[in-house]
């Protein structure tokens, strides 16, 4: 276990629907992190998130809208989805900068379907 | 432009044989490097890490790897593959001044009995 989780694991949806990914970390991080990792695609970053604010979005479509509400947690919320949207979404932490290069922990992973 | 190239998609080794994953890097900066697995159905997991420090890399389960930097090269070894390193294994780079990484598009190892 990283002490990095996401719910659920799975979630299948329509292209209607509105639901949320949730990540939550108990490692103490300051930075969060979401990632789409498609079928044939190199790991994608979506948002990053440092203190609660947003540092980066990635030119990711209005559909997915992070939100932070402090530093040990993360969700993701869907809405009007595609089917090419199916993927598995990958939430991470890392702690605060320093002079080294610091990873990042990773969770588990929601594994989405859009139906 | 993609700042590391695995070079393999797939690499196929049988058990107790060595294990090489090759891996180039973008030569226009120093970078931070990582090597991740990934097994099935599970999230991602650190290998080891270059920051420069040093220039061989000892990371879990027996991996290490090289920062060659005539070679912009970070390829990733194991003397003697076990059944339970099949996975994927993504080299990783991030630039100096963010917090992203970068990922490749990963090698996928397969471990003959």
């Known amino acids: 276990e990283t002490g990095v989780t996401q719910t659920p694991r799975h979630l299948v949806m329509g292209m209607t629907n509105k639901k949320s990914l949730k990540c939550e970390q108990h490692l103490g991080h300051n930075a969060m992190y979401w990632y789409k990792q498609s079928a044939k695609k190199p790991l994608e970053l979506m948002f990053v998130y440092n203190f609660k604010e947003q540092t980066e979005n990635n030119s990711v479509p209005s559909r997915f809208s992070p939100e932070c509400p402090n530093s040990s947690h993360l969700f993701l919320h869907l809405h009007t989805l595609q089917p090419e949207d199916s993927a598995l979404y990958l939430c991470a932490s890392s702690p605060p900068e320093t002079a080294t290069g610091n990873e990042q922990f990773f969770g588990p992973g929601t594994r989405l379907t859009v139906l | 432009a993609q700042s590391v190239t695995q070079l393999d998609s797939h690499v196929s080794v049988s058990e107790g044989t060595p294990v090489l994953l090759r891996c180039n890097y973008s030569?226009?900066?120093?970078?931070?490097l990582f090597w991740y697995v990934q097994h099935p159905n599970k999230g991602l997991q650190l290998l080891l890490k270059y920051t420069s420090a040093a220039t061989l890399v000892k990371g879990i389960n027996g991996f290490e790897a090289e920062f060659k930097k005539s070679e912009t090269s970070f390829h990733l070894t194991k003397p003697s593959a076990h059944m339970s390193d099949a996975a994927e294994y993504f080299c990783?780079?991030?630039?100096?001044?963010?917090?992203?990484?970068?990922f490749g598009s990963g090698t996928r190892l397969q471990v003959q009995p």
């Open positions: 990783v780079d991030r630039r100096a001044g963010r917090r992203a990484l970068t």
């Open positions: 030569s226009s900066y120093s970078p931070s």
